[in-house]
């Protein structure tokens, strides 16, 4: 079956690094784009990153301030987030998800969810 | 920027909970509702604002255009206690609400 399996989280101090890790079985990795989203306790989800599926065009999002890259092996079949000068707001679950394109809506949704890794900054 | 309403919801089984997503410029129908459990991933609920995802039942519906839109869920059940985000994503780009909590009493 079709699986996400996010790693790498764990306690970091303030000012470290981090390099998180999606491994994706049961589907075409090479196929699709996909995405980091995560939920800081008692807050909502936010989108972190989307990359293709060729791993040649990336967005991240503004407000990482250029902390936070994501990247791809489509012959490991793996995602990635490094995750740099890390502070206590980064504490969070973070999800990678599959990014599929619904042409009958023109809708890309994140469909494919792995149960995320969670991060804690902390001294 | 994306708002939802309101923050918290309390509902009895059986009825309807109507939950709201405002965008603050037109997103046309680039609008995608999803719905987080306690302790679980988010799951996929709606797209396209009003077309239910594989597997979504019926009582979930979407509606809205432009900048206003509306999940209505109605028949509610326990299993439905959750936040439910809307999110808009558009030229690699997304954007989270943020969510509606709906407790079942």
């Known amino acids: 079956q079709v699986q996400l399996v996010e790693s790498g989280g764990g306690l970091v101090q303030p000012g470290g690094s981090l390099r998180l890790s999606c491994v994706v079985s049961?589907?075409?990795?090479?196929?699709?784009?996909f995405q980091w989203v995560r939920r800081a306790p008692g807050k909502g989800l936010q989108w972190i990153a989307a990359?293709?599926?060729?791993?040649?065009?990336?967005t991240h999002s503004d407000s990482l301030k250029g902390r936070f890259t994501i990247a791809r092996d489509n012959s490991e079949n793996t995602l990635y987030l490094q995750m740099n000068s890390l502070t206590v707001e980064d504490t969070a679950r973070y999800y990678c998800?599959?990014?599929?394109?619904?042409?009958?809506?023109?809708?890309?949704?994140?469909?494919?969810w792995g149960q995320g890794t969670l991060v804690t900054v902390s001294s | 920027v994306i708002t939802q309403s309101p923050a918290t919801l309390s509902v009895s089984p059986g009825e309807t909970a109507t939950l709201s997503c405002r965008a603050s410029?037109?997103?046309?129908?680039?609008l995608v509702w999803y719905q987080q459990r306690p302790g679980q991933a988010p799951r996929l609920l709606i797209h396209?604002?009003?077309t239910r995802a594989t597997g979504i039942p019926a009582r979930f519906r979407g509606s809205g255009s432009g900048t206003e839109f509306t999940l209505t869920i109605s028949g509610l059940q326990s299993e439905d206690s959750a936040v439910y985000y809307c999110?808009?994503?558009?030229?690699?780009?997304?954007?989270f609400g943020p969510g509606t909590t709906v407790h079942i009493k």
């Open positions: 998800a599959r990014d599929f394109y619904h042409e009958t809506t023109a809708n890309d949704v994140f469909d494919i």
């Open positions: 049961g589907l075409s990795f090479r196929s699709y784009a």
């Open positions: 990359i293709s599926s060729d791993g040649n065009y990336k």
């Open positions: 410029q037109n997103v046309n129908n680039k």
């Open positions: 396209g604002a009003s």
């Open positions: 999110q808009h994503y558009n030229n690699w780009r997304g954007t």
